[in-house]
């Protein structure tokens, strides 16, 4: 071999790599410029699993840029009232928003099957849909009409079926009840007689107190024990038909959202799957624990009857059919989780269900 021959050529190639290498700096720069968003949560921090993921997503995001991509988070009530926060993302007040979508089901039913609708679908079933059944394209469709760019960033399980101040024991015990009640769950439990009320977080123990309330859902144990709901309505009843799985999503202004880099784009969508698992495990590890507590202070469980359950089934099935012939949009959303439902209840019923269930007899034989 021709050494100096050799040499050169090494030193050529490094020349010209060294080259390569200054010309790809700015090009690094301008792909991935220094952002600063605000992001605004529908929760206030008193409640760590909620507007936690608001934390966890901007967490995520300014470790995976270093820095380049910084996101500020408030708590409901430091920029604009929780249930503002879609108003304030559409017209460009803030970049983001962490909310609950059926929050705005005024605006069109349909903002629903981004958080849940009664009696559709549990959290693995609505990540399913979402990621593998096409949620989240056709909700994709759907929030770029409202001027966002949305996903689903945290689930809550399975929640709880509220606190009432006297037990419910047939379907003549809920009419006249003044109900605190999110999503399109409040149509479903005014055909049963409720009257439902929309009241923020922190002003429902108050309302409680007072009986301006006689019920209330918000989520389940972790929560439901910060909030103090167990010393003013002792009745804690289960299972919430109307929230099986209910999601959050993390909400972007549109253009902001199209003029954001490709790379920056790949990280939130990955910050908020992340997001999105991290807050189900949050529920499934401290609930566990919360309501062994309440119990301790004196919460009473209780089922709802099969009676109530049946009557709001149907009740459920009558308000989704008429909303449906009224709003194309909702019917579109409905109908591919309907039918995902109807094939999933066959899988779910085998397997896990069965597992569930002999483990359930052993806890409760003292085998556990």
């Not at 040499?7 to 220094?34: D, E």
């Not at 929050?103 to 903002?111: C, D, L, S």
């Not at 103090?228 to 999503?249: R, S």
């Not at 566990?288 to 109530?308: D, N, Y």
Request: charged share 20%; with cysteine.
């Amino acid at each position: 071999m021709d050494r100096r021959k050799f040499i050169r050529g090494v030193a050529t190639g490094a020349a010209g790599f060294g080259a390569a290498s200054t010309l790809a700096a700015p090009a690094i720069a301008q792909s991935n410029p220094k952002l600063q968003w605000r992001c605004i949560s529908s929760f206030p921090n008193s409640l760590p699993a909620l507007f936690g993921a608001a934390r966890y997503i901007a967490d995520y995001v300014r470790e995976m840029t270093d820095g380049q991509f910084e996101i500020q988070t408030f708590a409901a009530g430091e920029i604009v009232p929780g249930g503002q926060v879609l108003d304030a993302v559409q017209s460009g007040t803030v970049e983001m928003g962490h909310t609950a979508s059926y929050y705005y089901v005024g605006k069109n039913p349909a903002f629903a099957f981004g958080t849940t609708v009664p009696f559709m679908l549990n959290a693995r079933q609505q990540n399913a849909w979402f990621d593998q059944g096409g949620g989240n394209e056709l909700l994709d469709a759907f929030f770029e009409k409202q001027g966002i760019f949305a996903r689903p960033a945290g689930n809550t399980g399975a929640q709880m079926g509220g606190w009432y101040r006297k037990e419910i024991n047939a379907l003549d015990d809920m009419r006249g009840l003044k109900m605190r009640i999110a999503g399109l769950a409040g149509q479903v439990m005014a055909k049963l007689g409720v009257v439902p009320q929309q009241i923020p977080a922190g002003d429902i123990y108050a309302a409680l107190e007072k009986g301006t309330l006689d019920a209330v859902e918000f989520v389940g144990p972790y929560d439901d024990e910060k909030l103090g709901f167990v010393k003013v309505a002792p009745y804690y009843y289960y299972p919430a038909w109307w929230e099986g799985g209910a999601a959050t999503h993390a909400m972007i202004t549109l253009d902001t959202w199209n003029a954001l880099p490709k790379p920056y784009q790949a990280i939130v969508k990955a910050a908020c799957e992340a997001a999105n698992g991290h807050m189900l495990a949050t529920y499934d590890w401290e609930n566990p624990k919360a309501i062994k507590r309440l119990v301790g202070e004196g919460a009473q469980l209780r089922p709802f009857t099969q009676e109530i359950l049946q009557a709001s089934f149907q009740a459920s099935e009558e308000v989704m059919q008429k909303i449906a012939a009224e709003n194309a949009e909702f019917k579109t959303l409905y109908d591919s989780q309907a039918a995902f439902r109807a094939e999933s209840y066959l899988w779910e019923q085998l397997a896990e269900y069965n597992f569930d269930t002999f483990m359930m007899i052993q806890q409760r034989s003292g085998a556990l």
